[in-house]
């Protein structure tokens, strides 16, 4: 038993590290009901979802991606996006911030100590103990701060910086699109090492505690859709960050790892896109089934070329689906290589390009009270357009699958859009 599995709250926790699979994706899916009758307001306050955060947290879903030996989940990947899938599906913003939280603990978790030596596996071994302790025993969320103004997610164009100090590293620079800025407890932070001018940057992660003196938090999100995911901006100004907490414990290996193994800087978000899909889908068979032809008594889902339009999208739904679920068990059985690699890009565009043509379609079949505020398809509509923006965009996934299909070595960070 390790330190973290022994020191776990008892009876805190609904899911524990026997629950299996079903039971997490089945839990998510209650708790994305009640995440459901939140979402409107939400969306229309841009208050950040706390109490969806708080049943997260009772439920014991922070420790999701925390391994089983150090008292988490240990979810696959399949597990994960299924999961992630059902929680959008009541509320997209929530889903979207838990999924940053997990990109840091779904990396932590993959990270192995077996292949290193010495004091490298000693190192990584205390951050992993110290980080699962901290999400399984002391609730708390970690959130994804790489993105800069002007650079997007462009990992090798970042200009915030790091230098060695003693005890630790300084870290100066502006990040922008931070989801949870202002509620999460830590930030896993990308920085390039200052003074090393090559084309591709020394990167390194690193961990910042959200009481840090030195980081400020600027509220700028004000945006289409995520609207409550209170993507903001943070400030970095000579913030110090102990030796400690070097993410996975090592300098320098950032940008081979977003370029090598990009399924949870881009997978991840998969499944929210997904899920939204579904919700839409969703609520247009139901809106369908609930209504009467004009002037009738005759179902508008008796109607045939309802039923045709409405059929041609079941089976993109599940095309779709079917890709999904299909990257995320490539990624269990064989991460980071080529061909599982094309399986994330090619399902990061489907989900990403399907969210807005499924919500466009499901109005144009429900009609025109569908845009109304009180009916959740028009947010639906604003929340899937921000799939095609994310990492990888749906233009750089297809060129990511063209070059791959030409021959290109995607293996190299100089054939990267990163
Ligand atoms: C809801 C939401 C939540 C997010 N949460 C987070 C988070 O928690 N953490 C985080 O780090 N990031 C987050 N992001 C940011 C995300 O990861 C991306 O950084 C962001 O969506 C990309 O921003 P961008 O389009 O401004 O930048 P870019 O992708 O850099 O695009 C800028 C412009 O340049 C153009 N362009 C890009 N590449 C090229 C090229 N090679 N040639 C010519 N033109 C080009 C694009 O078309 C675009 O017009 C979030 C984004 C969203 C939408």
Redesign the pocket.
Known sequence: MTQALANHPAGVTLLTPESSSKEIIDHCKALAQRFKERAAHHDRTREFPVQNFTEIRQSGLLSLMVPREFGGLGADFQTYTKAIEQIAMGDASTA?AFN?HNIAAGTLAEARTDTLTGKRAEVLENFKLWAFNEIVVNQKIF?????EPG????FSKLKTTYKKVNGGFEITGL?S????AGHADYYVTTARKEGVDSKFPDLSFFVIEASNPAIRIEEVWDTL??RS?C?NMMHLEKVLVPDEHLFLGTQGLGILKVVREPHWTIAGYVGVYLGLCAASFEFMCDYLKSRNKPGTDEPVAHSDWIQHRVGELAMSMEACRTVVYDAARQVDENPGAPETNEAVHRSKYMAGELGPHMASQAMRLCGGSTIAKRLPLERFYRDSR?GG???A?S?ECLLFLGKSALGFDMTRVDES?W
Do not use: E, F, Q
């Open positions: 979207l940053m959130a994804s701060a790489n993105s650079v997007g997610a462009h990040k699109w931070v989801s949870m859709g995520m995911t993507t921000c923006l994310m990492p965009t233009d859009y």
